[in-house]
C-alpha cells in the first residue's frame, strides 16, 4: 500500500509560484497512475492534473489554462506540480492521488490513496 506525502504549500501574492512535491513510499511507484487535486472551503474536491504511470499522457482541469504543469520522477518516487500565475481562486488545499485503475479518469473516487494535503493560499 503507498503512502504519499505532499510538501511545498504556502502563501503566495497573486502572480506568484509554488512547486508542490508528492513523495511516495511503500508501493511500486511507477504502478501507479497520479493525479492532483484540490479543494477549496465549502466547495467540493476538483481536478488539477493526472499524469499516467510513465507521464505521457497528461491532463489539466479547465481552469489551469497554462498555468500549471505536473510531472513525476519515477526514480525519486515524488509527482510535483509546478504552479505559475496563481490567483485568489486557486486558493485551496491540494491533494496528490495514486491510482492502480488502468484508466482512473478525473473522478476522485477512483484514486485509493490519497495523501494529508497541503494548504495553498494565494493573497490578492
Known amino acids: 500500500q503507498v503512502q504519499l506525502v505532499e510538501s511545498g504549500g504556502g502563501l503566495v501574492q497573486t502572480g506568484g509560484s509554488l512547486r508542490l512535491s508528492c513523495a511516495t513510499s511503500?508501493?511500486?511507484?511507477?504502478?501507479?497512475?497520479m493525479g492532483w487535486f484540490r479543494q477549496a472551503s465549502g466547495k467540493e474536491r476538483e481536478m488539477v492534473s493526472l499524469?499516467?504511470?510513465?507521464?505521457?499522457?497528461?491532463y489539466y482541469g479547465a481552469f489551469v489554462k497554462g498555468r500549471f504543469t505536473i510531472s513525476r520522477d519515477n526514480v525519486k518516487n515524488t509527482v510535483y506540480l509546478q504552479m505559475n500565475s496563481l490567483k485568489p481562486e486557486d486558493t485551496a488545499i491540494y491533494f496528490c492521488?495514486?491510482?492502480?485503475?488502468?484508466?482512473?479518469?478525473?473522478?476522485?473516487?477512483?484514486?485509493?490513496?490519497w495523501g494529508q494535503g497541503t494548504q495553498v493560499t494565494v493573497s490578492s
Open positions: 511503500g508501493g511500486t511507484f511507477s504502478n501507479y497512475n
Open positions: 499524469t499516467n504511470v510513465d507521464g505521457t499522457s497528461i
Open positions: 492521488a495514486a491510482s492502480d485503475v488502468a484508466l482512473p479518469g478525473a473522478l476522485s473516487s477512483a484514486y485509493d490513496y
